[in-house]
DNA sequence: GCCAACGTTGGC
DNA sequence: GCCAACGTTGGC
């Protein structure tokens, strides 16, 4: 999961314990929302900074319609989104732990394009998902580090 | 339905 | 700040 810090950073769900990843309207980001269950693990990159990477775990614990698609007020609104048939699904998640950064430069070295969504260039998704595998060599990278510091 | 123009994202 | 890579919009 991905979020510009100066928009909504890493400590900002640490310090709010939960947030609702609300305003995704791309069609492709919704589908990977869906797909997303109750208990899940996410990681959360920071973007559009000087060292962008990842931060930290998050773990899904609801799935919803989008809120925001509902308040005409919002940026996000769609009018033709009714609670009984809304357009755009998103979940709530709640903050796990924060690691020593793992740097875009080190996914780079570690992951190819093809394992890892988020290398790919041009890249635009809010949301994407990353096999167990390469997940699980990203904990154990994770893990390294918060040993070592 | 095509596609040029435009706006946005995000690495560098 | 630059610019490549997208997605979206809207004229036709």
Avoid at 11 to 21: A, I, M, Y
Avoid at 48 to 57: D, Q, S, T
Avoid at 59 to 72: E, G, H, K, S
Avoid at 121 to 129: C, E, H, K, T, Y
Wanted: with cysteine.
């Amino acid at each position: 999961m991905k979020s510009e810090p100066k928009i909504y950073s890493f400590d900002d769900l640490k310090r709010d314990r939960e947030t609702v990843w609300d305003g995704v309207r791309n069609y492709q980001a919704r589908n990977f929302l869906r797909q997303m269950q109750v208990g899940d693990l996410a990681f959360f990159y920071h973007s559009n900074i000087a060292f962008p990477g990842l931060v930290g775990l998050v773990r899904v614990v609801a799935t919803l319609a989008d809120p925001t698609q509902f308040d005409p007020n919002s940026r996000y609104y769609e009018p033709k989104s009714t609670p009984e048939c809304p357009r755009w699904q998103t979940v709530r998640v709640e903050f796990v732990e924060t690691f020593p950064l793992i740097s875009r430069e080190t996914l780079k070295q570690e992951f190819s394009t093809e394992e890892l969504i988020v290398l790919r260039q041009g890249n635009r998704l809010s949301v994407m998902p990353v096999v167990e595998k390469v997940a699980l060599q990203i904990l154990a990278l994770a893990n390294s580090k918060i040993a070592q510091s």
